[in-house]
């Protein structure tokens, strides 16, 4: 493998797509809403995410000790914002990369066999491996990016709420949350684009790429956010173990995605 | 020497038989015509020979590269222009020629750039290089496809219907610029087509395929020679007499004369070292020629033959 060349592949397709809204936009949007409506929502009606007293009560009482201590002498305002965006949230940062590479990856093979300039591409003496991992590479560095930057945004914005409204010091970033952005999200990132690729790769369209991995994801997602909510209460400790996890399934995807391209294939199925 | 060499190659899918069992050679430096119908099997042949698909059967060496060994070093020698253009619309004349060159392993910069340059020249494209490729017309997209092939200096270049779908006029520029090109560049071209004009002007060999099945192999010449028999030498006179007629039917090189009016038809075996005896022979004879025609049976005639021979 030469890295020169899947570093060319993936400027060529970062050339392609970044004059193509259709593919940038669904990027971009996703994060948008996690990072700026949903905390700015949580802090424009205080108290009244329909969760009364009671419930509250309800689901302190099942909090880890460590985290049940940091509430002691808070007003019911103000635990609701704590929890809701140190935790409640911090999933919704794990679907980021996932779902905002859908568009690029599933674009990465289908989109050229749309378009017919595959049959060029596959003629290069580019191999598959590096063709494989250029395709995969532009998908996951805009994903990176926008997760990063949905953080930034998010943490600013939960930052100017805390210390305005409640004068706290600011509470973002914490280390649960940089593990998360920057050891679990990678992770999570690459198996989601690796699968997609792959699929990308087999079928004949951009819409069928989306709609199977859509249906392959749906499973991973639901799984994720389980793990995540349960782990970002745990802390750091439980989120750098889960990358590990992650870590493996991407060695499997990216191995597997590798294994199973075969380009001589994609030209025989395209008809 | 064969730069080319296949053996038994084929490719089914399914139970259609796409290529089957082709054997031919290419030789260094020589336009070869692969000329078919369509849904002949041209395309799926270049494209095996290109690695971008595998044979099912048979195998080849482009280069004395076997192509399902070394798919890769195959790749590196060949240029190809793929039956589509197959280029990225939204990306300049000149970042698709950039992307291509590096793919192919041109990647000193200075080198990139000067053999970008000499295409776009030698294309006529140079001033349109900074516009979008979707912005293009038809024939403009096959000059910049081709300039792509070219990009490395490949030894070998496979072309797949280079005028399919362009008017008469740009077919006869791209079939000039190939001409120019197999001189200027000294490749090996396999050139694809269903169009006989193509191959007549370009290929020095031609090989007919039907049905993925090889039907007759030789120069345009030969072929049509093979079917329509021998070429006929057509001279017309002023005034034809019987001392005029005995002088030809004399000659060595007639093989056969048949006269209709002022006109004389002598058969030969070769026109080129006929004709000037013809004349001579005539004018010694004290006939006054008007005009002297070599009449060939086309190749078109021959292909027509030889493809619907086969198909009944
Ligand atoms: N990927 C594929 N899957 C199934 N059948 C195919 C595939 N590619 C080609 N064929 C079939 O193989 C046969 C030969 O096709 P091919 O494209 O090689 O013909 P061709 O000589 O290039 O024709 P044309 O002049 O139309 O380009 C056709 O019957 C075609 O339908
Ligand atoms: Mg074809």
């Known amino acids: 493998m030469r890295l020169k060349k899947v570093m060319l592949v993936f400027r060529k397709d970062w050339l392609e797509i970044s004059r193509n809204w259709q593919v940038i936009l669904p990027i971009v949007i996703l994060p948008f809403i996690f990072s700026v409506l949903l905390p ?39 635990i609701m914002f704590y929890i809701t965006t140190l935790y409640l949230f911090a999933p919704f940062f794990i679907i980021i990369p996932i779902m ?24 290069t003496p580019i191999s598959d491996t590096e063709m494989f991992l250029g395709k995969t590479l532009v998908s996951f560095i805009p994903t990176m990016t926008v997760t990063i930057a949905s953080f930034i945004t998010y943490s600013a914005i939960v930052n100017l709420y805390s210390t305005t409204m409640f004068k706290w010091k600011p509470l973002l970033p914490n280390l649960t949350w940089l593990t998360m952005i920057f050891l679990l999200s990678p992770t999570v990132a690459l198996a989601s684009i690796g699968l997609t690729v792959m699929v990308s790769a087999k079928v004949k369209g951009v819409r069928e790429a989306q709609q199977i991995s859509a249906v392959l994801l749906i499973p991973i997602i639901i799984l994720v956010i389980i793990q995540a909510s349960g782990a970002v209460f745990i802390g750091p400790s439980m989120i750098t173990a889960l990358t590990g996890i992650f870590a493996a399934i991407d060695f499997l995807v990216i191995y597997l995605g590798v294994k199973m391209f075969r380009r001589e294939e994609i030209l025989s199925k395209l008809a | 020497m064969s730069v080319i060499e296949v053996t038994g190659l084929t490719k089914k899918f399914g139970s259609l038989v796409a290529v089957d069992h082709l054997d031919f050679e290419v030789w260094r430096g020589e336009v070869f015509g692969l000329l078919g119908p369509n849904g ?15 044979p099912s059967e048979g195998s080849a060496r482009v280069n004395g590269q076997d192509i399902v060994e070394e798919p890769l070093k195959v790749r590196e020698t060949v240029g190809i222009l793929t039956e589509n253009p197959c280029l990225y619309e939204r990306l300049t004349a000149y970042e698709n020629l950039d992307f291509f060159a590096e793919a192919y392993g041109v990647t ?24 979008k490729v979707a912005s293009f017309s038809r024939g403009m997209k096959q000059k910049l496809a081709i300039a792509r092939a070219l990009v490395h200096r490949p030894p070998i270049l496979f072309l797949d219907e280079p005028t399919a779908g362009l008017d008469p006029e740009s077919s006869k520029e791209i079939r000039d610029l190939i001409e120019r090109l197999s001189r200027k560049e000294k490749c090996t071209i396999l050139l694809c087509t269903h169009r006989l004009e193509d191959a007549e002007k370009l290929a020095n060999r031609v090989m007919i395929i039907n049905k993925g099945r090889n039907i007759a192999t030789g120069s345009p010449e030969q072929l049509s020679e093979r079917i329509t028999g021998q070429p006929v030498v057509e001279v017309k006179l002023v005034k034809l007499n019987r001392k005029v007629l005995n002088a030809v039917k004399n000659l060595s090189q007639a093989l056969k004369v048949e006269s209709f009016k002022d006109k004389i038809l002598i058969t030969v075996e070769n026109p080129k070292s006929a004709t000037p005896e013809i004349v001579k022979g005539i004018v010694y004879a004290g006939g006054e020629i008007l005009t002297v025609k070599t009449l060939r049976p086309s190749l078109e005639e021959a292909y027509l033959k030889l493809v619907k021979g086969e198909s009944s």
Do not use: H, Y
């Not at chain 1, 108290?47 to 509250?56: D, K, R, Y």
């Open chain 1, 100 to 123: 905002a590479p859908s568009a690029i990856a599933s674009d990465s093979f289908a989109g050229e066999k749309e378009r017919r300039t595959i049959e060029a591409l596959l003629a």
């Open chain 2, 108 to 131: 000193d910069p200075l080198e990139k750039r000067e053999r970008i340059r000499e295409l776009f020249d030698f294309f006529g494209l140079w001033e349109r290089r900074n516009e």
């Open chain 2, 40 to 54: 002949a099997g041209k395309t799926t042949t270049i494209r095996m020979l290109a690695c971008l698909i595998s």
């Open chain 1, 40 to 78: 700015i929502l949580v802090s424009m009606v205080p108290g009244s995410t329909g969760t009364s007293p009671e419930n509250l009560e309800e689901i302190t009482r099942n909090l880890p000790s460590q985290v049940k201590n940091k509430l002691v002498g808070m007003t019911n305002q103000q």
